[in-house]
């Protein structure tokens, strides 16, 4: 079993990642492009120039998230929330596709989400992020191991997902993954260098806006925000672009290869040519203060393209046509 850390940014963060593992067996055949697109969950975003990173005293300096920058980019469309797992669904029915874990036969699992049964037989992985099992036949139909469900969270985003799955379903679906630069305009929301996509403040007038932990980190989650695990896509107020829940829930897979130092692009710009990581955003459900400060917009995180964990999935974009 691959070991789940990784030469990631900064210190250790609440996801986990394969490491170096082989490759997924070819597909099923070729995965067929839809004739349509759901207009209705996507919406329009202006583009134009925007301050991207952070240099304040909550930015994380090994995570390259500085320096601020004037990014120029053009109009896109983008999923209002992250990709649900109907619409992962509707995805599978049409094409055949076999996600990754369910390849690889295993994926990680936050300790706190299994039963007793299944951590006596599933082991904590890794002595940097013990909150993590390796748990077989783990995916995205069975979130937490053989025997769960989803009938109950058909509206909650799919997880499970790799960077390949996402990228297979957003050129079903007509789409594709956000650029990093994308992802943090539309999260900010029309704010300028605001910490989160409400504002600078965490839980304006005591109000939670998004789900991340509450508590001692990984030993006690009060629910104070109301979930345990994934929330909703659509939970909690959108932001000023009407987006849902762009911090906190689930990671988000974003198209760029990650590197610490930005490349010179401002406008529209796509990240470094190569790379062995792919960046994620926004944070999840796992994030605190007390270990991981990433559910600001500016903050940024990495992974394998094929590492699969409880707390990542994607929303997708797409290109206006002139």
């Known amino acids: 079993m691959a ?11 609440c996801t986990a990642g394969r490491g170096t593992s082989p490759a997924a067996p070819a597909q099923p055949g ?27 005293e909550q930015g994380l300096i ?18 209002v ?23 690889f036969g295993w994926s990680f699992v936050f300790y706190g989400l299994l039963a007793q049964s ?15 099992c390796a748990v077989a036949g783990a995916h995205w139909r069975a979130p937490e191991g053989p025997g769960s469900r989803l009938d109950a969270r058909m509206d909650h985003p799919v997880v499970h997902v790799s960077w390949n799955d996402a990228a297979a379903y957003a050129a079903w679906a007509g789409k594709r993954l956000p650029s990093e630069a994308e992802w943090e305009y539309a999260a900010r929301g ?26 001692r980190f990984p030993e006690y989650n009060s629910l104070a925000d109301g979930y345990l695990g994934t929330a909703p896509a659509r ?39 190569s790379g062995t990581a792919r960046v994620m955003r926004g944070g999840s459900f796992l994030c605190h203060a007390s270990y991981c400060n990433r559910y600001r917009v500016a903050a940024r995180y990495c992974n394998t393209p094929d590492s699969t964990a409880s707390n990542i999935g994607f929303r997708c974009v797409a290109d206006i046509q002139p």
């Not at 090994?62 to 999923?79: K, S």
């Not at 669904?89 to 055949?96: H, L």
């Not at 299944?118 to 993590?132: M, R």
């Not at 839980?203 to 509450?214: F, L, V």
Request: hydrophobic share 35%.
């Open 3 to 13: 070991d789940p850390t990784l030469d990631k940014p900064g210190k250790p963060c």
């Open 30 to 56: 070729e995965p067929k492009i839809a004739d349509t697109m759901d207009a209705t969950s996507m919406t329009r975003l202006p583009g134009g120039a925007f301050l991207m990173g952070a240099d304040d």
């Open 62 to 79: 090994a995570d390259g998230e500085g320096p601020v920058r004037e990014i120029e980019l053009d109009p896109f469309l983008i999923g």
């Open 81 to 103: 929330t992250a990709v649900s797992n109907a619409d992962f669904a509707a995805f599978v029915d049409a094409t055949g596709y076999v996600t990754e874990a369910e390849h």
């Open 118 to 132: 299944v951590l006596d037989t599933h082991p904590q992985v890794a002595a940097a992020a013990p909150w993590w």
């Open 190 to 215: 029309g704010l300028v260098q605001q910490r989160y996509p409400w504002g600078d403040e965490l839980t304006p007038g005591g109000e939670h806006r998004c789900n991340i932990w509450q508590g």
């Open 235 to 273: 939970s909690f107020e959108p932001n000023g672009y009407g987006l849902y829940n762009m911090v906190g829930n689930v990671w988000e897979w974003c198209r760029d290869w990650f590197a610490r130092e930005r490349t010179p692009e401002r406008r529209n710009p796509g990240g470094p040519a």
